[in-house]
């Protein structure tokens, strides 16, 4: 899959009227704000973006994902990957054992969507506990078994193709944690959380970005580092992410360069690193009506890769039925996954998702009923894509095109 090269002739320069000032990148902000040509920040001369946890999640999750395709693997084992506790050898990089991060901990743990609604926020934790628990207990003893409607095993797609393991239904364990947690971590995280006024202005912050009082003995102010955290679940596995080229990670950062590859949707992964650099550049410049009117970009951007990454797995899913059960019910995985991350999404302008958790499942449960992928049908996967196109400014046609 060729990657999508953001070299700085590509970048849009932004400018929008503003009456704050300051200075970043020796540039000077007077009557108007401008983004960089890279997300590039620094004071003093020394950066300040910084978002090391995002970056270790990312890494943990993918490993995570692999380990779940590895029958080796015990239970205890997939889930002290995912619940991880601070120098445990659960990873193979002695950075990830040693860090206090976890990508559990962080699963619908969102302030705006899941600070007063401990108990779904359980629940979805639960879920992909129970991913793990299925996939160990049910899957992997199943490994060389040929899967039928009803019986766990591996189905091998057309060809010689990839051999694909699935649960009695047909549903990939792997994908659907793999595309769960898009959404349950890195979407609502980005979204709900870091993007939130509740805590970008959370106590004093406000106050402080304006009077430049730093985040302790960092070189940022909370304001700039929560931004760059929302940032960093997006980029932060780039090997430059400041110059980001996508596909970095197996999440959000493939899935932007797919939409953003399919002609309907061109120039989308460009919409949303241009927010995030001018909302930043507001920042600085303590304009917060600016960085809000990009944050409601963002919102709205990412939010509508979920969409239609969900359609074109779900289409995908529908042209393969009666040809290659193995890569019809990989690509259902997918969708299966992407469908749950709507619930995390968000509407900008308000404080809802575009799905509520109700719709999601009643979705799921849609996909899922008697023997599931082996009983699906092209009808059905159509009323669900259209379901979900109508919530969105795009046809389901438009998202299931290459």
């Not at 996508?246 to 927010?275: C, H, Q, R, T, W």
């Amino acid at each position: 899959m060729k990657k999508i090269a953001l070299g700085l002739a590509a970048f849009a320069t932004l400018a929008l009227t503003s009456c704050s000032s300051d200075d970043d990148n020796n540039q000077v902000f007077t009557n108007n704000v401008t983004a960089p040509d890279t997300y590039t920040f620094e004071r003093d001369g020394n950066s300040t973006v910084s978002f090391g946890g995002q970056t270790t999640r990312i890494q943990m999750a993918q490993e995570i994902v692999s380990g779940m395709v590895d029958p080796s693997n015990t239970e205890a084992i997939l889930d002290n990957m995912f619940a991880h506790v601070q120098d445990a050898n659960d990873f193979s990089d002695a950075n990830l054992n040693a860090s206090d991060k976890s990508v559990r901990s962080k699963i619908a743990a969102s302030t705006d969507f899941y600070s007063a609604n401990t108990t779904d926020a359980n629940n979805i934790k639960a879920t992909f506990d129970f991913f793990i628990e299925e996939q160990v207990n049910t899957v992997f003893p199943n490994w060389s078994t040929t899967a039928t409607a009803g019986v766990a095993g591996q189905l091998q797609q057309v060809g010689g193709g990839a051999i694909r393991y699935v649960n009695d239904r047909g549903l990939e364990y792997n994908q659907a944690f793999a595309k769960g947690v898009i959404g349950a971590l890195m979407v609502d995280q980005m979204l709900n959380n870091y993007l939130s006024l509740s805590v970008l202005d959370e106590a004093d912050n406000k106050a402080n970005n304006s009077a430049g009082v730093l985040d302790g003995t960092n070189n940022y102010t909370t304001m700039e580092h929560k931004w760059d955290e929302a940032y960093g679940y997006l980029y932060g596995n780039e090997d430059n992410p400041a110059v980001p080229v996508y596909e970095a990670d197996k999440f959000l950062s493939e899935y932007v360069a797919k939409v953003n590859e399919d002609p309907d949707f061109e120039g989308i992964a460009l919409d949303i690193y241009n927010a995030f650099k001018l909302g930043r550049a507001a920042i600085v410049a303590k304009d917060y009506e600016l960085r809000d009117v990009q944050a409601q970009v963002i919102r709205g951007k990412i939010s509508a890769v979920i969409g239609i990454r969900a359609i074109y797995y779900l289409q995908q899913g529908k042209a393969n039925l009666d040809l290659d059960k193995a890569s019809a019910f990989h690509a259902l995985s997918e969708a299966y996954g992407f469908i749950y991350s709507l619930q995390f999404t968000r509407q900008p302008g308000t404080n809802d998702p575009y799905f509520t958790k109700d719709e999601v499942q009643q979705m799921l449960d849609q996909l899922m009923l008697g023997d599931g992928f082996w009983d699906v049908t092209a009808s059905s996967l159509d009323a669900i894509s259209n379901t979900i196109a109508a919530q969105f400014y795009f046809t389901a046609g438009q998202a299931s095109s290459l």
